[in-house]
């Protein structure tokens, strides 16, 4: 048993049979806060993007798979829905910035799912992007459509 072990107990880790190995963590004193986190291809892009799952210690729930499999198929509308707030909010350094191809241009590398527990659904992506290597691209979703954009870095 390692020193961290010790202090905050050993790592809950399940293999999921959609998500492969996920790792669990719980805030203690905050009911309904526990998640899991993972590393997984992302079936649109050459990369393997982190995920973080809102779930109890039994794991993902079959809503969240399906609406990650949601996610994945409709990639396409979902990138178009992003493409003008995310030009809208980069406007403000560069007046005539424009995504040519949003494929190319930004690289999912985060997906947030939440519980479902309510609809709309209100979840997150974020992208790295050439444009700008310093700086995270953080856009909250729901449903299927971007309703805001954080850029970090």
């Keep these: 048993m390692g020193l961290f072990d010790l202090f905050f107990g050993k790592k809950l880790i399940v293999q999921h049979d959609f998500f492969g190995e996920l790792i669990y963590?719980?805030?203690?004193?905050?009911?309904?806060?526990?998640?899991?986190?993972?590393?997984?291809?992302?079936?649109?892009?050459t990369e393997v993007i982190e995920l973080f799952i809102d779930a109890a210690p039994s794991g993902p729930t079959a809503s969240q798979v399906e609406f990650y499999k949601e996610i994945e198929k409709?990639?396409?509308?979902?990138?178009?829905?992003?493409?003008?707030?995310?030009?809208?909010?980069?406007?403000?350094?560069?007046?005539d910035f424009k995504i040519e191809d949003f494929s190319v241009e930004f690289q999912p590398t985060f997906i947030?799912?939440?519980?479902?527990e309510s609809k709309p659904i209100v979840w997150e992506i974020s992208f790295d992007s050439i444009h700008d290597k310093n700086h995270c691209f953080s856009i909250t979703m729901n449903d299927f459509s971007a309703i805001s954009v954080l850029i970090d870095g």
Excluded: V
């Design 74 to 95: 409709n990639y396409a509308s979902i990138s178009q829905s992003i493409i003008p707030i995310i030009e809208d909010e980069f406007r403000n350094w560069q007046e």
């Design 112 to 116: 947030h799912l939440p519980r479902m």
């Design 25 to 45: 963590s719980s805030r203690k004193n905050f009911t309904g806060n526990d998640y899991f986190y993972a590393k997984m291809p992302f079936s649109l892009s």
